[in-house]
T-cell receptor
Framework: AQKITQTQPGMFVQEKEAVTLDCTYD???????LFWYKQPSSGEMIFLIY??????QNATEGRYSLNFQKARKSANLVISASQLGDSAMYFC??????????????FGKGTHLIIQP | DTEVTQTPKHLVMGMTNKKSLKCEQH?????MYWYKQKAKKPPELMFV???????INESVPSRFSPECPNSSLLNLHLHALQPEDSALYLC?????????????????FGSGTRLTVV
C-alpha cells in the first residue's frame, strides 16, 4: 500500500518569497514515481514536476524544484519567487510500479497555498 | 493534441435519472482513468482502463458503470445516484508503462465534470 502525507493544510506567503510545500511518502515498491500537481479553483489538475525513485538528481522545471530525500522518504516542492497566480491547491502524488501495467495515482490531502501581495 | 477533453463541464441530475460523462484524448495514450473528488478532498481513483480493458475497479458501487469503446474514448454511465455522489469527476490518461515524466509517461488530466445530484 502507498501513502502520501502532506502536513500543511494551508499556507500564506508573501509575493516574491520562496515557498516549500512538504510531502512525505511510504511505499513497499522498490520503484515508484512522485508527482506534484496544482489545482486552481476551476478544478483542472496541472502537472508541475516529476521525480523518479532512481533519478540521481533532483527534478527542476522552471520555478519549481523538488527536494528529494529518498532515505527520509520526502519529496518537498519548492517554488521560487512566488507569484499571485500560484495561489491554488497543491497535491503531492505517487505512482507505484507494480509490474508495467497502468497504475493510478495516490494523492496526499493537499496544501492550500495563498500568495499575498 | 495534448489535451484530455471532458463533457459536460457541469451536470445536474435527479436520483432517478440516467446520464453519462464523456472523456476523450488523442495523444495515443493506452491507459485511462476515472477519479472522484469531493470538495476540499484529494482525488480518489475509481477505475483504470488499460488497452481498453478494465484493469482496476476500486470497489466502486454499481450505480457507476465505466465503458471504454475505443482507445480514445472513456465513458462513465450514471444511474440511480445519491446526493453524496455529488463531486468533481476527473478523467486522466497516460502511456501504459513505467516511467513518469509528463509528455512521456506522465498523466494528463481533463478539467473535470462537476456533478450535482438532487
Amino acid at each position: 500500500a502507498q501513502k502520501i502525507t502532506q502536513t500543511q493544510p494551508g499556507m500564506f506567503v508573501q509575493e516574491k518569497e520562496a515557498v516549500t510545500l512538504d510531502c512525505t511518502y511510504d511505499t513497499s515498491d522498490p520503484s515508484y514515481g512522485l508527482f506534484w500537481y496544482k489545482q486552481p479553483s476551476s478544478g483542472e489538475m496541472i502537472f508541475l514536476i516529476y521525480q523518479g525513485s532512481y533519478d540521481q538528481q533532483n527534478a527542476t522545471e522552471g520555478r519549481y524544484s523538488l527536494n528529494f530525500q529518498k532515505a527520509r522518504k520526502s519529496a518537498n516542492l519548492v517554488i521560487s519567487a512566488s507569484q499571485l497566480g500560484d495561489s491554488a491547491m497543491y497535491f503531492c502524488a505517487m505512482r507505484g510500479d507494480s509490474g508495467g501495467g497502468a497504475d493510478g495515482l495516490t494523492f496526499g490531502k493537499g496544501t492550500h497555498l495563498i500568495i499575498q501581495p | 493534441d495534448t489535451e484530455v477533453t471532458q463533457t459536460p463541464k457541469h451536470l445536474v441530475m435527479g436520483m432517478t435519472n440516467k446520464k453519462s460523462l464523456k472523456c476523450e484524448q488523442h495523444m495515443g495514450h493506452r491507459a485511462m482513468y476515472w477519479y472522484k473528488q469531493k470538495a476540499k478532498k484529494p482525488p480518489e481513483l475509481m477505475f483504470v482502463y488499460s488497452y481498453e480493458k478494465l484493469s482496476i475497479n476500486e470497489s466502486v458501487p454499481s450505480r457507476f458503470s465505466p465503458e471504454c469503446p475505443n482507445s480514445s474514448l472513456l465513458n462513465l454511465h450514471l444511474h440511480a445516484l445519491q446526493p453524496e455522489d455529488s463531486a468533481l469527476y476527473l478523467c486522466a490518461s497516460s502511456h501504459n508503462g513505467v516511467g513518469g515524466r509528463s509528455g512521456s509517461y506522465g498523466y494528463t488530466f481533463g478539467s473535470g465534470t462537476r456533478l450535482t445530484v438532487v
